[in-house]
């Protein structure tokens, strides 16, 4: 088998149609568009969402809130995850390079320290923010942190 030889499997293609051809081919006359009205003319393009003059659907659903373009996305970390990865890893500073590591967050996601769970021994965390409560338990801990 080359280039030379290759088809088309079995029934995977047709012919196009032709209209317009006269009334033997069964596709002459109104070349498969109808009598009258918008879509038999030519050039016609209907609006997206239009539904033959009935009320549309993105107008009658009822809209509410809005959503906030400036809002930043954090990936939730809580301090009982911070507290295994240290053992697991033996790590005295945590970087957000070793949550993604990890696996807990992708490499574009910015880290929140959240205050679920306890922390037992001294870290050095460096993410992109904490929560209040994980400020204060992660220095009440003996350790520090570090905003990027």
């Given at each position: 088998?080359?280039?030379?030889?290759l088809k088309p499997a079995v029934g995977s293609?047709?012919?196009r149609r032709r209209v317009g051809r006269g009334p033997g081919s069964g596709m002459g006359g109104t070349s498969t568009r109808g009598h009258k009205g918008a879509k038999q003319r030519s050039g016609y393009s209907r609006k997206i969402g239009f539904e033959g003059g009935q009320m549309p659907l993105q107008r009658r659903v009822p809209k509410y809130?809005?959503?906030n373009f400036n809002r930043v996305e954090y990936k939730a970390i809580n301090l009982k995850t911070l507290e295994e990865l240290a053992k697991v890893k033996n790590l005295t500073k945590i970087t957000v390079d070793d949550i993604v590591a990890a696996?807990?967050?992708s490499k574009?996601?910015?880290v929140k320290i959240l205050a679920d769970g306890?922390?037992?021994q001294k870290l050095e965390v460096v993410a992109h923010a904490f929560s209040k409560k994980a400020e204060e338990a992660i220095v009440a801990a003996g350790g520090s942190i570090q905003k990027l």
């Open positions: 088998m080359d280039l030379s030889n293609t047709s012919s809130g809005f959503k696996g807990l967050a574009k996601a910015k306890e922390l037992t």
